[in-house]
């Protein structure tokens, strides 16, 4: 339609997102679902007034400084946005968004999915099925039991609470280490430690809900996990580089570390192979928030934060 805004959609959406986006805008769309070289999203991205990108999308300085002056929006499918430069958008008066909120429930799920999986050996059990099960004996495959253990909860924001509601349900005692303390009302019980190393020493589970930022970057280092309790368990939703992952593996391999959910990583999806070595690990292809309903929110949130920048308002998610 004339006068329609041109986005730029960079991956393969959920039908019911792409259909929206259409039914507004004129879309250019990536039906291949291959991910875009830089230079090929500068090129696409001609003309376009907008960006609708992901987290495999590189928006360091140097690409946002190439992208052409008709872009005035960077909307992210992600309530992680450490793949923009902010600092570089706001210089050039380009309007970046992000879909919190809509996530939360679904990569809760998923941490406690990898509690489980990591605690009670699902890796082991799913290939010992398949290969050389002999029946069940009383000392196959034991693990270890949530029931009155303490989960250390790093990051207690949105999906970090929602990690803690569904693990109270699992009998776990929660703690925590938030750049703020909570109110009482959001702590609900749960014990307030005021540095991270403080949270480690009491973390016989760990789970990470911090973003990714230089302060947290390679966090869980050699010296971090030599404070965690006898037998932890490690956790990871957050982003992979906020782990040390030659200091993880070393602890898996000697059984410092007893089990570890991850479901992010250094340099995804090039994973450390060192990882596929520890049955220990019990691994995911980063499904934090992989429903058809948070999937189609997330799109929705996105067009929603498009939609508010070309009536002239302010996004609900405006970052910059
Ligand atoms: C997923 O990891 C996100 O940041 O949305």
């Not at 090929?40 to 992208?67: G, P, W, Y």
């Not at 070393?250 to 060192?274: C, H, Q, T, Y």
Request: proline share 6%; hydrophobic share 40%.
């Amino acid at each position: 339609m004339p006068g329609q805004k041109k986005i730029l959609i960079t991956r393969k959406l959920p039908d019911a997102v792409i259909n929206r986006a259409q039914a507004s805008y004129q879309a250019t769309l990536n039906n291949n679902d291959e991910p875009y070289g830089v230079d090929q999203m500068i090129e696409l991205a001609q003309e376009k007034d907008a960006v609708l990108c992901t987290l495999t999308n590189d928006m360091s300085r140097s690409v946002i400084e190439r992208l052409p002056n008709s872009i005035c929006a960077i909307a992210t499918f992600s309530v992680g946005y450490e793949h923009i430069d902010l600092e570089a958008a706001k210089e050039r008066g380009i309007i970046v968004t992000n879909t919190p909120g809509v996530l939360t429930e679904a990569t809760a799920d998923v941490a406690l999915l990898l509690i489980l999986g990591a605690s009670r050996r699902a890796r082991e059990g799913a290939a010992m099925i398949t290969t050389d099960w002999s029946g069940w004996t009383p000392t196959q495959l034991m693990g270890l039991s949530m029931q009155a253990k303490r989960l250390g909860i790093l990051g207690m924001g949105d999906i970090g609470r929602a990690c803690a509601l569904r693990a109270r349900a699992f009998g776990m005692e929660i703690h925590y280490h938030n750049r703020t303390r909570l109110s009482p009302e959001l702590e609900e019980g749960a014990t307030y430690h005021e540095t991270p190393e403080e949270l480690l020493k009491v973390s016989d589970f760990l789970s990470l809900h911090c973003p990714l930022a230089p302060d947290t970057k390679n966090f869980l280092n050699e010296k971090r996990i030599s404070l965690l309790p006898p037998n932890p368990v490690v956790i990871n939703t957050a982003r992979g580089p906020v782990i040390d992952d030659e200091a993880l593996i070393a602890a898996l391999k000697s059984g410092r570390v007893a089990a570890a959910g991850l479901d992010v990583f250094d340099g995804e999806p090039k994973l450390n192979p060192g990882y596929l070595d520890c049955k220990n690990a019990f691994l995911l292809p980063h499904l934090g928030s992989a429903t058809i309903e948070t999937r189609n929110a997330m799109g929705f949130t996105a067009l929603d934060n498009l939609d508010a920048v070309f009536a002239g308002k302010e996004p609900p998610n405006k970052l910059v």
